[in-house]
């Protein structure tokens, strides 16, 4: 029996590997794949000014509080729209 619904109603997919995937789970796959590589080649120490403190620390790891707040702002922003 023929599929039913249309090409409009599901999201844009590709066949890797012989499995179906979404082209925006790729897109966010390497977007996560360049996001840890460029943390892993910044190792420099940078200081960093917290309001009144200034502490020295490892930019990889700035960056990668940064990617995980961010990362989490999104989930909730994305969590808030899907309920409402």
Known sequence: MADKTSSADRPASVTVGGRE???????F?????L????????????QIRLWIPTVTLPLWLVLLV???VGAALGWLLARRRARG
């Open 21 to 27: 995937m979404r082209i925006r789970t790729i897109a």
């Open 29 to 33: 796959l390497i977007l996560g794949v």
């Open 35 to 46: 996001a840890v590589w460029f943390i892993a080649v910044n190792t420099a120490s940078v």
């Open 66 to 68: 940064t990617l995980l």
